[in-house]
């Protein structure tokens, strides 16, 4: 089956998730981003905000852009739980076709599908980083079908399609090898600092544990060398 991952799509699926609160960031996310120094960051896909409001609650100045409202909605609810109202910025929007008037210190992105192919969506999120600021990439591993869920932000059981076979499996059109992950970023615009592949296990709502075949890619754009140089004391 073919999907097209468009507004009416994730209007179908945030209103049909289970209802539940706050969930733990995305583990890669933690990872990548700890030594970073707080500054701009925009998470594209953001779903229902877990990642934009942990990255919020730590000293950055978020954007988070989803095409779905009603999965903004919570997001605004657990802004506001946390304190981070004037934080975070939440944008309603297509991301394969808006784009953004400023460029940004981190760019995250958590199994965010658009209707445009996915290897194309990583390139357009690569180009809204900053000279020095870094990409963060978490997508489905390709040719690792059963038993997977998509979570939204790790982990609250975000799954694709709505049959309870489907729901398990990512559509191949949401999926990426590590290789074609890596070809996005251009060697000589980008430092790779780390691109696996990996299985973990993650919580589904209900207590079922569940299968996650990641592929993940950190990098970070290197600075602009026409850039005049800092010569400040």
């Not at 390139?123 to 600021?133: I, K, L, S």
């Not at 970023?185 to 691109?195: H, M, N, S």
Request: aromatic letters at 8%; one cysteine or more; charged letters at 20%.
């Amino acid at each position: 089956m073919t999907h097209t991952f468009n507004k009416a799509y994730w209007e179908e699926h945030w209103e049909q998730r289970p209802a539940g609160g706050m969930l733990a960031p995305n583990p890669h996310t933690v990872q990548a981003t700890r030594g970073l120094t707080p500054g701009t960051a925009l998470d594209v896909g953001c779903g229902t905000g877990t990642e934009a409001v942990w990255l919020a609650e730590r000293g950055w100045w978020v954007a988070g852009i989803d095409i779905s409202a009603t999965a903004l909605a919570t997001a605004r609810e657990f802004g506001a739980t946390a304190g981070v109202e004037e934080r975070v910025q939440w944008i309603e929007a297509d991301a394969s076709t808006w784009t953004p008037e400023q460029r940004f210190d981190l760019v995250t992105t958590h199994y965010a599908h658009a209707p445009i192919p996915q290897l194309e969506f990583y390139a357009r999120m690569a180009a809204w980083v900053a000279p020095g600021g870094t990409l963060i990439l978490v997508g489905h591993l390709h040719g690792h079908g059963g038993g997977h869920a998509h979570d939204d932000g790790a982990h609250g059981g975000h799954q694709h399609g709505h049959g309870a076979a489907e729901e398990l499996d990512p559509p191949e059109e949401a999926t990426v090898t590590l290789e074609q992950m890596q070809a996005v970023l251009d060697p000589a615009e980008w430092d790779v600092v780390e691109a696996f592949a990996t299985t973990r296990e993650a919580m589904l709502p209900g207590g079922e544990v569940r299968a996650l075949h990641d592929v993940v890619a950190t990098a970070r754009r290197r600075p602009d060398p026409t850039a005049p140089a800092d010569v400040s004391h």
